[in-house]
């Protein structure tokens, strides 16, 4: 059955199967619509299993071979919500309150509310919110530019983007933490606990708001935000994750991508997504699963039969 698989079919199939293992074991009472997430799953199976061998049978199909090596990226989506529903399998509640304490401990205050007030200009919050932004041009413009230029090259680089994606979506399962939204308002219903709470949180200034891409980033979050999903934080880890393979196969523009992906770093906190320590736990997480990615990649992948 598993002849045509390549390194990214296994990872994502068995992304697929622990979690659903995960849900029969952990739901509880945290998870009342779980058996529409275990159809979800075995649907979700059932399809990339009918790509795989359809594409093997049909190779010239141009619809076929596109899905055939596009698709984990149509499913990053779905897989990033359904941490915001899981998160509470394990725990109840989130790990903020220990997030806000470390940050205190190590910074003496909470870099993410005291970046923008620093630098409250429209042409500076523009620059971040538009690096944070370019989170998603990073991902399909990278996988796009290697798709044209050279198939095995885009393999290569879906593959280990994937596996990072589907670490992190497991660790955020695991380990909710809101991020310094929470300081604004409560999320789900969660509030903090008043001992960490800020006595004044500053409200975003009105140059900052009045920028085009401050409205564009809160239409995103209003509407794919998974809550809980901040630490590590996967827009640093994938964006440097493309930064590599931007060394490895683009070198044209890999200083430039570098200098951008250094600037959604800044941007994550200043826009106040992520705590500083989940910035760093990104950029571990890069150091740690790229090498890793790359060596399953070369473990187990073979040309598409």
Not at 94 to 108: K, M, N, S, V
Not at 214 to 234: H, L
Not at 264 to 284: E, F, M, N, P, Q
């Amino acid at each position: 059955m598993t002849r045509h698989y390549t390194f990214i079919d296994f990872a994502t199939q068995g992304y697929l199967v622990v979690v659903a293992v995960l849900i029969l074991l952990l739901r509880g009472q945290a998870v009342p619509l779980w058996p529409w997430l275990l159809l979800a799953h075995a649907a979700a199976i059932a399809l990339v299993q009918a790509l795989i061998v359809g594409h093997a049978r049909r190779p010239s199909n141009r619809v076929l071979d596109f899905l055939r090596h596009f698709y984990p990226l149509l499913l990053y989506t779905g897989f990033y919500r359904e941490t915001g529903i899981l998160n509470q399998m394990a725990m109840t509640g989130y790990l903020d309150p220990f997030f806000i304490r470390l940050e205190a401990g190590i910074f003496g205050a909470q870099p993410s509310l005291t970046f923008m007030p620093s630098l409250p200009f429209r042409p500076v919050s523009e620059l971040l919110y538009a690096s944070y932004f370019s989170y998603y041009i990073m991902i399909g413009g990278v996988g796009l530019a290697l798709f044209l230029r050279d198939r095995r090259q885009f393999y290569h680089y879906v593959s280990v983007v994937s596996f990072v994606f589907y670490v992190c979506y497991l660790i955020y399962i695991f380990t909710p933490v809101m991020g310094p939204r929470i300081f604004q308002q409560g999320i789900n219903g969660y509030e903090l606990p008043a001992e960490v709470q800020p006595v004044v949180v500053p409200e975003f200034p009105a140059a900052v708001q009045a920028g085009l891409f401050f409205r564009i980033m809160a239409m995103i979050y209003n509407i794919f935000e998974a809550p809980g999903a901040a630490f590590p934080s996967s827009h640093v880890a994938v964006a440097l994750t493309t930064v590599y393979f931007s060394f490895c196969y683009l070198r044209r523009i890999r200083f430039i991508h570098l200098v951008v992906a250094v600037l959604l770093c800044l941007s994550t906190v200043y826009c106040r997504y992520h705590y500083a320590v989940d910035v760093a736990a990104g950029v571990i997480t890069a150091l740690v699963l790229v090498p890793l990615g790359n060596r399953l990649y070369f473990r187990f992948h073979k040309p598409f039969e």
